[in-house]
């Protein structure tokens, strides 16, 4: 099991899967492009869900379900729609043996299944706003494929709102936007930047499309979550409309934002190392592993040294911690399980360090004797809480130094197209598609968002030299 994994630097796509699928948290599907996800990898899973739950929730969003299959005259109502999606459908011709009067679409993406049902419930402004998420899955005919990165069926959460103002449904967009930041920020240790996209990067049938972009651990962008301000669009397209308070008819404003498994995916790229996972402990579905470390054939030591881990065990309140007593596998096979799959801490406890009245901590995001240190046994449970939070504050200052260590200015696009082969960079850009198509073509760069902040007053476009209002973030990208 723990024959090495090759180190990132050698092959970093060869890592990324290695550490997956030997981690147990997925596997390659019998279907092409599809994954199953193990138990440990649905455990981080659940903890994101309802991490981003609770936020939704707090927000005066409730959960509800549509249906998986939806009829193809309902996609093609949004002309910009069918089109940005047409070559990831996958569609149902037969059912029963029989040939359906009508394909059936397998889920995208449910804006026009919920725009539909919006225009069955929506009848008054008493009526709005209409604040409603769901946790599916979704299929997306996907040619290159990744675990969790780019998978042709994966699991996410979509929101769908109506509103009936355009101020509204853009202030739900930006709203939605720093939920996700604040996410990726403080239980995903990821330090995303949030911005708007490009026209031609932007959702199929949105009238603004804003994003939150990562750095992942070579130095590629990851877009991590999406946010879009629909205007009428899918509302004109499904005649989502309502009586206004002076008795006239409104087209709604919609919204629809969305987290999927590829999250899982960012989490891996941007802490893991060479050894393998490395967790953020507020999402981590162990944070705490106890290694109880008794020598063969000294049942006396084995019962202290239980006790003491029970004892432990009591105090520990709402960690969520795994005791590893499997004594038939040695102490050190047992250290590298549990560093292959990232638990945050781990507490060795032995007959010596119980003499000492004392354990040994090791920290997963520090490997080796630097992120090992003893305590007593008695401060256990406050000193484990504490180093749960530094370890979640330092993952994030870590990969932050990563990203603004790798992040660039150039002032020329000859220095453009030297660094941005290196990682991001950070320059004006005049918004006009024929520079980023260039750009694109001559770099395989993309532009990934045009940051929320930005400085006071103008620049010159990088590509060709004319007045830009914004600094765009451009990178090579997953």
């Not at 031609?200 to 877009?223: C, H, N, V, W």
Request: charged share 25%.
């Amino acid at each position: 099991m723990f024959d090495k994994i090759i180190p990132r630097s050698e092959d970093y796509a060869k890592w990324y899967t290695q550490v997956i699928r030997r981690a147990e948290m997925a596997d390659y599907a019998p279907v092409r492009g599809c994954m199953v996800v193990r138990p440990y990898g649905y455990a981080l899973w659940e903890n994101v869900k309802e991490q981003l739950d609770s936020r939704f929730k707090a927000t005066g969003h409730q959960n509800a379900a549509f249906p998986l299959f939806i009829p193809m005259s309902f996609i093609e109502k949004e002309a910009e729609h069918v089109e940005g999606f047409k070559p990831e459908l996958a569609v149902v011709t037969h059912g029963g043996g029989k040939k359906l009067e009508e394909p059936l679409v397998v889920r995208p993406t449910s804006e026009t299944i919920i725009g539909y049902m919006y225009s069955q419930w929506i009848q008054s402004y008493r009526d709005l706003p209409v604040l409603i998420n769901q946790w599916a899955n979704v299929v997306r005919w996907e040619l290159r494929t990744r675990l969790f990165i780019r998978t042709m069926e994966f699991f996410w959460q979509e929101g769908h709102t109506a509103h009936a103002t355009h101020a509204e449904a853009e202030e739900e967009t930006l709203r939605i936007l720093e939920l996700y930041t604040d996410f990726a920020l403080n239980e995903a240790a990821i330090p995303v930047i949030p911005g708007r996209k490009s026209e031609s990067e932007k959702f199929p049938g949105a009238l603004t499309s804003y994003t939150i972009e990562a750095m992942m651990g070579d130095k590629r962008a990851l877009q991590a979550g999406t946010s879009h301000d629909l205007g009428q669009n899918f509302a004109k397209a499904f005649d989502i409309q309502y009586l206004d308070a002076n008795q006239k008819q409104q087209h709604c404003w919609t919204t629809s934002w969305g987290v999927s498994t590829r999250m899982i995916g960012a989490i891996i790229m941007t802490h893991g190392d060479d050894q393998g996972l490395v967790l953020p402990p507020r999402i981590a579905p162990t944070q705490l592993v106890i290694v109880p470390i008794i020598p063969k054939n000294r049942d006396t030591d084995k019962q202290a040294v239980m006790q003491a881990v029970d004892s432990i065990c009591e105090t520990l309140g709402e960690v969520r911690y795994h005791v590893d007593d499997r004594h038939d596998y040695s102490p050190g096979w047992r250290f590298n399980e549990w560093e292959l799959k990232g638990v945050p801490l781990r507490i060795e406890i032995g007959p010596r360090d119980l003499a000492k009245q004392q354990v040994v901590l090791a920290r997963r995001d520090i490997p080796g004797r630097e992120g090992k240190a003893f305590t007593p046994i008695a401060n256990v449970a406050e000193t484990v809480k504490d180093m749960l939070d530094t370890i979640q504050a330092d993952m994030l200052k870590r990969a932050t130094e990563f990203r603004d260590m790798n992040t660039f200015e150039p002032t020329t696009y000859d220095s453009f197209k030297e660094v941005v082969e290196e990682g991001f960079a950070r320059a004006w850009w005049c918004e006009n598609a024929e520079c980023e198509e260039q750009l694109k073509a001559e770099t395989q760069a993309t532009i990934r968002c045009i940051p929320i902040e930005q400085p006071d007053g103008d620049g010159v476009c990088i590509v060709c030299g004319e007045t830009a209002q914004d600094i765009a973030v451009f990178a090579r990208a997953y």
